[in-house]
């Protein structure tokens, strides 16, 4: 059974950080894109980051650049995405999905399996 499980959300004061962690099981870990998306109230999703569990590229909403990190822990079938400097904006359902596509890519449409949210709130 596919599974992806993330977690890691919670309330955290602007300008903090979180860390959150995508557990995979039940395919091929190292033959997928793992993307994390994010929805916020009101609002459609969003692509957020994805890497490439095989080589370790990665690729981020311009927004997202400079201030969220993507990494991968092969070993252990689980993607984190770092989230430094924070404001309301990055109040949402965060979720992380699986694409075994070609390249890296953001487009919610080509991801085939997806995990739970968690929710990150942030407080001004």
């Known amino acids: 059974e596919v599974q992806l499980q993330a977690s890691g959300g919670g309330l955290v004061q602007a300008g903090g950080s979180l860390r959150l962690s995508c557990a995979a099981s039940g395919f091929t870990f190292d033959d997928y894109v793992i993307g994390w998306f994010r929805q916020a109230p009101g609002k459609e999703r969003e692509g957020v980051s994805c890497?490439?569990?095989?080589?370790?590229?990665?690729y981020y909403a311009n927004s997202m650049k400079g201030r969220f990190t993507i990494s991968s822990n092969n070993a252990k079938n689980t993607v984190y995405l770092q989230m430094n400097s924070m404001n309301s904006a990055d109040t949402a359902v965060y979720f992380c999905a699986a694409y075994d596509g070609l390249g890296l890519t953001l487009d919610s449409r080509g991801y085939h399996y997806w995990g739970q949210g968690t929710l990150v709130t942030v407080s001004s």
């Open positions: 890497i490439s569990s095989s080589g370790g590229s990665t």
